[in-house]
């Protein structure tokens, strides 16, 4: 296997399935993420976004195909996937019950950092976020958008090349979602980071993706710029209309700690 160095693709799948059963989740997909991107991965619920996710951070293994991840694979090397990977998922990951510094020192131990470097990668990530006069409130105070910062802090602690999102806006008012985006668009620029987001948010979509595909039924029915795709169907076709071309439907979610924790478990179920 090439060194990761050398790797010009910081995500690599070819024909990588996933069955559950009878039932074939994602079906024989092919990726190309260039490093520094922004990639949207879109499709309507169950159709194989979060499985294409879960596979590629290493927490469910392929029924068949491969894939690599910052240039190791992700079967044979997962402890080396895993070091280069920071993950967001649906679910709230952030411990209501403890402040947002006992979270990120928590994590910082999770994360092996030595203790040299964890107060300052700390502050420097609660600042990043906007965080740093919340820092020793307790989480469960916190607005939905502030978990979800508090949520991209820690996955961000150990500084990972690529940062999966897993419908990273979810339940949030359009300010604090404003914010996320905001938020990600500083880490790609200021640290270069790779960055695999599902969404079923259009403008979401068209906002962050320097490109994006979308799934239907475990396969991917197009890939590409979202301008690209836009002008593919007409000179006035929306992002919208590219989804319900090509996806067949469009779901919107849309704030305190259990508020946010149960759309997000709703949404986990659903796919």
């Keep these: 296997m090439n060194s990761p160095a050398l ?14 059963g009878s039932l074939t989740a994602v079906d024989h997909i092919g990726l190309n993420i260039p490093y520094g991107e922004i990639f949207g991965l879109l499709g309507a619920n169950g159709a194989g976004k ?21 240039g190791f694979d992700i079967i044979r090397s997962p402890a080396d996937v895993r070091r280069r990977i920071g993950y967001v998922s649906q679910l709230v990951s952030a411990d209501g019950t403890l402040t947002g510094y006992e979270n990120l020192r928590l994590s910082a131990k999770l994360y092996g950092l030595p203790k040299a470097e964890r107060g300052t990668r700390i502050a420097d990530a609660l600042d990043f976020m906007g965080l740093a006069d919340s820092a020793h409130k307790l989480v469960r105070t916190y607005s939905g958008g502030m978990i979800r910062r508090l949520e991209l802090a820690q996955a961000m602690l150990h500084r990972p090349a690529i940062l999966f999102l897993d419908e990273p806006t979810i339940g949030l008012d359009p300010v604090a979602r404003r914010t996320v985006w905001d938020r990600l668009l500083d880490l790609r620029r200021d640290y270069g980071m790779t960055v695999l987001i599902t969404t079923h948010d259009m403008e979401e979509a068209e906002e962050l993706s320097d490109k994006l595909a979308i799934l ?28 319900v071309h090509y996806a067949g439907g469009l779901i919107h979610e849309s704030g305190t700690f259990s508020e946010v924790a149960q759309t997000r478990r709703t949404a986990h179920r659903l796919g």
């Design 216 to 243: 239907h039924a475990g396969q991917i029915s197009v890939v590409g710029e979202p301008a690209e795709l836009r002008a593919g169907l007409g000179a006035d076709a929306t992002m919208d209309d590219v989804f």
């Design 7 to 20: 790797e010009s693709f910081a995500i690599r799948t070819s024909e990588l399935t996933r069955q559950f």
């Design 50 to 70: 979060s499985t294409v996710i879960k596979m590629l951070t290493t927490l469910l293994s392929p029924t068949s195909g491969t894939a690599e991840v910052g």
